[in-house]
């Protein structure tokens, strides 16, 4: 089952804050974070594991709440870098991604 | 760059035709994913081999094949090649064995476009 991201797209001015959400209907083990830009590969961000711990780059956070099966991505005070599709992937025995959500950030 | 190198970067092809796309993992890395990525489409994972064997399969349809040889790389031949299969194949490796069962992260190739005629 694949996983629903919320919301599909968003547009941000440079500085501003965005929440990305990503909710599963099964019990989810761990939830990975990938961003991909136009034509190019996706690019590993975070993954975030039952009991709290999480790898990933430092600049960008996100929440796993296991209870909810859901997951968010925090994009704070967002750069041009930022543009790209977003995309969740919940772990079970093998990667399901969400549709993806796109982000622009306009200067 | 991730690593993970993939050939060729674009193939054009007719329908009924048979291809035959290359993945080599990053150095050390045991496992080798492959997905589909269709116009504006989410990834659609296809299989997974470890170490030489399969380990998960996705939605890949009967006409396609995948295997991963003594030297890790990985080959997905497609065959009977239809209009709707027209998309970018991304090749990703990891270190873990399972792609959830072991959290690790994966590190995607730059892709192969795939367009069918």
């Known amino acids: 089952q694949q996983p629903v991201q919320s919301p599909q797209a968003v547009i941000l001015r440079e500085g501003e804050d965005a929440v990305i959400n990503c909710s599963s209907s099964?019990?989810?083990?761990?939830v990975h974070w990938y961003r991909q830009k136009h034509g190019e590969a996706p690019v590993f961000l975070m993954i975030?594991?039952?009991?709290?711990e999480q790898k990933g780059h430092e600049k960008i956070s996100a929440s796993f709440n296991e209870k909810k099966q859901q997951s968010s991505l925090y994009l704070t005070a967002s750069q041009l870098s930022y543009s790209g599709t977003y995309f969740c992937?919940?772990?079970?025995?093998?990667?399901?991604f969400g549709g993806g959500t796109r982000v622009l950030v306009k200067p | 760059d991730s690593g993970v190198t993939q050939t060729p970067k674009h193939l054009i092809t007719a329908t009924g035709q048979r291809v035959t796309l290359r993945c080599s993992p990053r150095?050390?890395?045991?496992?080798v994913y492959w997905y589909q990525q269709s116009l504006d489409q989410g990834l659609q994972f296809l299989i997974q081999?470890?170490?030489?064997?399969?380990?998960a399969k996705g939605n890949i349809l009967e006409r396609f094949s995948a295997q991963q040889f003594p030297d890790l790389h990985s080959e997905l031949n497609l065959s009977s090649l239809e209009l709707g299969d027209s998309a970018l194949y991304f090749c990703?490796?990891?270190?873990?064995?399972?792609?959830?069962?072991?959290?690790?992260?994966?590190?995607f190739g730059p892709g192969t476009r795939l367009t069918v005629t």
């Open positions: 990703a490796s990891s270190a873990g064995r399972l792609a959830g069962g072991l959290s690790y992260e994966q590190y």
């Open positions: 099964k019990a989810l083990y761990s």
């Open positions: 975030l594991l039952k009991g709290g």
């Open positions: 992937g919940t772990a079970g025995n093998k990667l399901t």
């Open positions: 150095s050390g890395d045991l496992s």
């Open positions: 081999y470890y170490n030489g064997e399969e380990r």
